[in-house]
């Protein structure tokens, strides 16, 4: 029994410090769970819903897993070789230098293999794992672009941007890495294992016996992990959400003297980012002297109880312990705990990974506020008639924002809306692209309810220019083409027809020219005239236009103004205008006021009734009266 006192010393004082540490854990579970955490998915959910995306390449992870054979033979061949040599150098009679040299022949050659092999599953994997990432991604894209306005004014730009690049990236190194890697030393465990309980079931019991312990450390180091881990990805969202936002209003940041301010917000979020960093590097820290002492306790052990078999040349339970079999074993340890070790470290990036995971599809389970009904119908061509039934809506409940509007427009008409800021007129237009759905009545396109109609189909039909022109970065054609395949010639007649080719062919490069970032690289008469080009060259028959209340200088003012007359021909047109001179010619005019229709009728009709639109139009004539005396 004697030999076993310093396994039992060992097994004890490891005892006492996991005792320790299950008490801390349970501690901070109950901590956690008063903290009231978001709603988490399963791991098995999240596995199964991402290898759908890996299904398409299951080829690909056969050959991986072939490859891998050869790094995991290495791993259970070089210790039984080495061992080999051992034996024949000591051998009493001396020994021969050829016999040596074939066995370390034999070794390279494995070694050798074993990194060429690593290098191919590398290969393969990388590719792989790009490719259904790009899928996830073009998922993830496709169903953001699905969402409602409504939702998507819930969810910070920021946000998404995060779930698509980062998250998608943290889900593609788990397939790149860590999953192969997972199935490579459970390989490598195994196959160590079963070596060596070949060479000595004692030993190979002794080594057994800090299994338990191990699995123990990562099952607690497994808790704290994704705890941690959640806090950096929120961290790291709060903090993208936050730069994208203000980066993009930082001119007025700084117009209005807020840097200060700003800053110590900054301050705040990235302190909490790199506290929870430090809280993950913490965990992590504490972990992996936990294994690496386990693996020094049995190699001291083995040490002990070897260098005690091999001085008396005795037997431990009937095996002999020689110089060979100590050295087969001190590689062997380390090539068991070096997997568990590792498998530590891919659990703490595979917690990361379903993490991301888990946010994605979180994302991708919020299902549209504004879908197709299972019957909605394809429509191929209109004629652009348009009726409002009684229509209330309100963008949050109880507020209302229309209130019964009822109006009725012939195809090919030009109707004009007009109202003092907040009465409702953009949210008539939207409603109509069903942007929003409406709570009561209904919205009728040729006399069908648009809630029956393909979303798709509904807006192919109309082109909406909308109060503030939002450019892509990009080039002036691509701004106009929007991904639709228009000849030059198409699109300059498209220019030409709103007025807008006089500025494009004064650029350097003309439709070539560089459009900046929302465009902030033309004047907002220019954006106007170029969302213009675009509506008109894919030939909607239905128009809408929120006109721009920015301020346009005369010139551009003209352009604009030739260039709607113009495109009151092509089809049903609904204008937003401030410029009442703009509407003079639309066949009505319906006047909102606090979400109601207070006028209806042309212009002329309009002024007789000597109504609001009358006192509207003598406001802005007078004004314009006053400029041009001033
Ligand atoms: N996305 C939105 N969420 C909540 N309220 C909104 C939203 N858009 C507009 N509103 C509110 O609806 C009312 C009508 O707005 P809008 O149709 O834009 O007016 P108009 O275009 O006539 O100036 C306003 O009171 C505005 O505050
Ligand atoms: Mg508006």
């Not at 006047?591 to 109504?611: C, F, M, P, S």
């Amino acid at each position: 029994m004697k030999q076993y006192l310093p396994l039992l010393i060992v097994g004890a004082i490891i005892g006492v410090f996991s005792a320790a540490l299950i008490i801390t854990y349970a501690l901070i579970k109950d901590k956690k769970e008063s903290m009231g955490f978001e709603r988490t998915m399963k791991d098995s959910e999240l596995m199964r819903r991402i290898l759908r995306y890996a299904k398409p390449y299951w080829f690909n992870f056969v050959i991986v897993g072939l490859v891998m054979l050869l790094s995991v033979s290495y791993s259970i061949l070089s210790p039984i070789i080495t061992s080999d040599i051992e034996k024949v150098i000591s051998a009493e009679n001396g020994f021969e230098f050829g016999e040596v040299l074939w066995r370390v022949v034999v070794y390279a050659a494995i070694l050798l293999g074993s990194l060429v092999g690593t290098y191919v599953q590398a290969l393969v994997l990388q590719k792989t794992g790009q490719k259904m990432i790009s899928h996830l991604r073009e998922d993830a894209f496709k169903h953001i672009e699905g969402l409602s306005h409504a939702q998507l004014s819930h969810i910070p730009v920021g946000k998404l941007v995060t779930r698509i690049t980062n998250d998608t990236n943290a889900i593609s190194m788990m397939f790149t890495g860590m999953l192969a890697n997972l199935v490579k030393n459970i390989f490598i465990i195994v196959g160590v294992l079963v070596a060596m309980l070949f060479i000595n079931y004692m030993l190979t019991l002794m080594v057994l016996c800090f299994v338990p312990f191990i699995v123990l450390f990562t099952l607690i180091f497994r808790k704290f992990s994704r705890r941690a881990y959640r806090q950096v990805k929120n961290g790291t969202t709060d903090i993208n959400t936050y730069l994208s936002e203000h980066l993009s209003g930082m001119k007025i940041i700084q117009i209005f003297n807020r840097e200060q301010r700003k800053m110590q917000e900054f301050e705040e979020k990235n302190d909490k980012l790199y506290r929870a960093q430090r809280g993950q590097i913490f965990v992590f820290g504490i972990f992996r002297p936990a294994v690496y002492m386990l693996y020094i306790s049995s190699v001291l052990c083995l040490f002990f109880l070897g260098a005690k078999g091999a001085l008396d040349q005795t037997k431990i339970l009937g095996q002999i312990v020689d110089g060979a079999t100590i050295v087969a074993f001190y590689m062997f340890v380390s090539r068991f705990f070096n997997p568990i070790q590792n498998l530590a470290e891919q659990f703490h990036r595979l917690q990361s990974a379903f993490a991301s995971a888990e946010k994605i599809f979180t994302i991708m389970d919020i299902e549209s506020d504004v879908v197709d009904e299972a019957d909605a119908i394809e429509l191929e061509t209109i004629k652009g008639e348009i009726e409002f039934r009684d229509v209330w809506f309100a963008y949050n409940e109880g507020e209302w924002v229309l209130k019964g509007v009822s109006f009725h427009i012939n195809a090919n008409d030009t109707v004009a809306f007009v109202g003092a800021t907040g009465s409702g007129k953009t949210t008539i237009l939207s409603l109509l692209c069903r942007n929003y759905d409406v709570q009561r009545g209904e919205i009728l396109l040729d006399g069908i309810n648009i809630r029956h109609i393909k979303i798709s189909s509904l807006r192919r039909h109309f082109g909406q220019m909308l109060q503030d022109v939002f450019l892509f970065a990009g080039t002036v054609r691509s701004n106009i083409v929007l991904r639709d395949d228009f000849s030059d010639d198409e699109v300059l007649q498209a220019c030409k027809y709103v007025n807008a080719d006089k500025f494009i062919d004064k650029l350097a490069n003309g439709l070539d020219e560089e459009v900046r970032e929302r465009g902030n690289n033309f004047s907002a008469g220019q954006r106007q005239l170029l969302s213009f080009a675009r509506t008109v060259i894919h030939r909607p028959e239905v128009m809408i236009l929120d006109e721009a209340t920015a301020n346009i200088d005369t010139e551009t003012e003209l352009l604009i103004q030739d260039s709607l007359n113009k495109m009151m021909n092509i089809g049903t047109m609904l204008i937003v205008a401030h410029r009442l001179s703009t509407i003079q010619h639309a066949d009505n005019i319906i006047v909102l006021a606090d979400g109601k229709i207070v006028e209806q009728g042309n212009h002329h009709e309009l002024l007789h009734q000597k109504g609001r639109y009358y006192d509207l139009y003598t406001l802005q004539f007078n004004k314009e009266q006053l400029k041009k005396l001033v």
